[in-house]
Each structure stands twice: as C-alpha cells, then as structure tokens.
Antibody, heavy 120, light 110 residues
Framework: EVQLVESGGGLAQPGGSLRLSCVVSGFTFNNHNMNWVRQAPGKGLEWISYISSGSRTISYADSVKGRFTVSRDNAKNSMYLQMNSLRAEDTAVYYC?????????????WGQGTLVTVSA | QSALTQPPSASGSPGQSVTISCTGTSSDVGGYNSVSWYQQHPGKAPKFIIYEVNKRPSGVPDRFSGSKSGNTASLTVSGLQADDEADYYCSSFAGGNKEVFGTGTKVTVL
C-alpha cells in the first residue's frame, strides 16, 4: 500500500523556521518526482515545490522562492521542506504528493497533510 | 504564476450532470495537454481523478470525464451521486517543472 506521511508542522513565529518531513512507503521512492502543495485555511491548493527523483532538478513557486528549500534522501525514503523566514501567509496545511511516472504532470498519491501555523 | 480560474460553485440533482470549467493561458492549460483534476472532500487530501486532460486513473468511474478547448479545460461529472459533493481543483503543467492549480469549485448535490 502506497503511503505518504508528513510531519514537522506546528506553531512558528513570524521570521522563524520549520522543517517538514515526508516519509513514504509502498513504492520505489527513487523512481518518482515529488511535490509539496499547500492549502491555507478555507482556501485552494497551491503548488509550492518540485524535486526530481534524483534531486537534480528543483523548482519553487515565486511565493516561497528564496525562503524554502526542498530536499530528499532516497535511502531514507524521505523528502523534506526547510521553511525559513516564515510569514503569516505561510499558514496552511502542507501536503507532499507523488508525481505519476506515466504522464508529464499529475500527483496520484498524497499524504494526509501537516498544519503549519505562523503567528506571534 | 496566477491560479487557473474556476467557478466558485456548481450544483446538480442526483443523476444529473455538472460541468466545471478551468481557464488558464497559453503558458499553461493552452500550451500543454497536461491538465489534471482532483476531488477533495472536507478535511481530506485531494484525490487524483483525471490526467492528461481526459484520462482516468485506475479505479476512477467513467462518470468523470475531461476535455479541453484552447485555454479552457472542463470536468464533467455525470450521474451525480451524493458522494460527488466535494471541492474540485484543476491543475496544469506550467513549464519549468512547475504546475499551477485552479481556484477550486464546490460542487453541491441538491
């Protein structure tokens, strides 16, 4: 069974940092590109970061570029999101998502999400 | 990158059909046959229901169908059922390994 489990969310102060983790199981992690997607309370989905299967290619949304860093450790079946210089508008549920291998884009499996709250 | 535009809401009676639009630009929806659709029930993670404009992943009923014309993609849910009541999001490849999501549409089954 494919599983993605996020952790590391919580309360952070404006300007602070958090590191999210996404641990996967049930599939060959190093065959898949991965994404982070967030959803602010009551709002829509927002793609924020992509990392290729071998970490060679990384992309960010403009809203987080320069503040967030995505990485992965294929030996540990894990992906990470280091979030620095947090702002109130970063408050959201953060999902990790597995990209399909059979199409250009599309995320076929998602974690349950981890809530990040940025507040003083 | 601006979000793709979806109507905030759509509704239909059980058994009827509802169609949701998703409008982007030639840099995303219009430029690639890489539009996906997701269904999200309250408090749950999104579920992948359409990829490459009109293809269904295994296990997704054929009541869900997709299409595209120019810069606008559409999702049609036929034979509406109570469990189809959810939020629906489109997404598109936007170049440079980036993707952009739609603003979301709340579907109500009357």
């Amino acid at each position: 069974e494919v599983q993605l489990v996020e952790s590391g969310g919580g309360l952070a102060q404006p300007g602070g940092s958090l590191r999210l983790s996404c641990v996967v199981s049930g599939f060959t992690f190093n065959n898949h590109n991965m994404n982070w997607v967030r959803q602010a309370p009551g709002k829509g989905l927002e793609w924020i970061s992509y990392i290729s299967s071998g970490s060679r290619t990384i992309s960010y949304a403009d809203s987080v570029k320069g503040r967030f860093t995505v990485s992965r450790d294929n030996a540990k079946n894990s992906m990470y999101l280091q979030m620095n210089s947090l702002r109130a508008e970063d408050t959201a549920v953060y999902y990790c998502a597995r990209e399909v291998t059979f199409s250009l884009k599309g995320n076929d499996y998602w974690g349950q999400g981890t809530l990040v709250t940025v507040s003083a | 990158q601006s979000a793709l535009t979806q109507p905030p809401s759509a509704s239909g009676s059980p058994g009827q059909s509802v169609t949701i639009s998703c409008t982007g630009t030639s840099s995303d929806v219009g430029g690639y046959n890489s539009v996906s659709w997701y269904q999200q029930h309250p408090g749950k993670a999104p579920k992948f229901i359409i990829y490459e404009v009109n293809k269904r992943p295994s296990g997704v009923p054929d009541r869900f169908s997709g299409s595209k014309s120019g810069n606008t993609a559409s999702l049609t849910v036929s034979g509406l059922q109570a469990d189809d009541e959810a939020d629906y999001y489109c997404s598109s490849f936007a170049g440079g390994n980036k993707e952009v999501f739609g603003t979301g549409t709340k579907v109500t089954v009357l």
